[in-house]
């Protein structure tokens, strides 16, 4: 008796964590993205402005 409630224990877990797993990868995944975006975005925003400062905004 043992023996199957440890293997029916495992077996009605064990998807639960796998999926659990898989979504963790994915929002993480997405998060990483999303910061690689927003920094490059940082810098070319940065690199905008300085050449605009360099050259004089024609707005001012």
């Given at each position: 008796?043992?023996?199957?409630?440890?293997?029916?224990?495992?077996?009605?877990?064990?998807?639960?964590?796998?999926?659990?797993?898989?979504?963790?990868?994915?929002?993480?995944?997405?998060?990483r993205a999303d910061r690689a975006e927003r920094q490059t975005y940082s810098q070319i925003e940065a690199e905008e402005r300085a050449r605009l400062e360099k050259r004089g905004d024609p707005h001012e």
């Open positions: 008796m043992p023996e199957d409630f440890w293997g029916n224990a495992i077996f009605s877990v064990t998807p639960t964590i796998l999926l659990g797993l898989i979504f963790w990868f994915a929002m993480r995944a997405i998060i």
